[in-house]
C-alpha cells in the first residue's frame, strides 16, 4: 500500500502549473502510484517503452504536441528517461501548454534533466521514490525558486 501523505504531497501538486516528475530505482511502484492518483480521470498515457511513442516524442514541433495533447488537460508520460530528447520536449510542453497537467515518471536516469529542467523557472516539481520497500522513503527535491 503506497503511502498516503506522499499521495497526498503529490496531488496538492496538481493544478499548479508545475510538472511533477517522479523519478527512481525499477520496480518500486512509480507507475502504480500514478495510475493510483490519476484512478477515474481522463488523461493521456504515453509509454516510453512503445517505439512509436519514443518517436513521436523524440522531437516534436510545437504543432505535432498539439495533435498529439489534443483536448487532455492531463498527459501522463512513463518510462520516459527512453525517449531521446525528453528534457527538451517536456520544457516546450511546459512553457507552450500551460494549461496541461504534466506528469512524468521513469527510472533515476532523468536525473540528468535536472540542469534542464532547472531553467524552467522553477515549473517542475521533482520527488525521488525509492519504494515500499524502504518503508516508504521518498524526498522531495526542490528544483525550483518557489
Known sequence: MINRTLESKIE??????????LIGPRQVGKTTLFNRLLEGKEYLF????????????????????????????TVYIDEAQRIDNIGLT??????QL???????????????LRSLLQAENGNISCILFLGENLNQTWAFLKLSNN
Not at 504515453?46 to 488537460?73: H, M
Not at 500551460?98 to 540528468?112: E, H, T
Open 46 to 73: 504515453l509509454n516510453g517503452d512503445d517505439p512509436t511513442v519514443r518517436k513521436l516524442l523524440s522531437n516534436p514541433n510545437l504543432e505535432q504536441l498539439k495533435n498529439i495533447i489534443g483536448n487532455y488537460k
Open 12 to 21: 496538492n501538486r496538481f493544478g499548479t502549473g508545475k510538472a511533477i516528475l
Open 90 to 95: 517536456l520544457k516546450l510542453i511546459k512553457d
Open 98 to 112: 500551460k494549461s496541461v497537467q504534466l506528469l512524468v515518471s521513469g527510472s533515476s536516469a532523468l536525473i540528468k
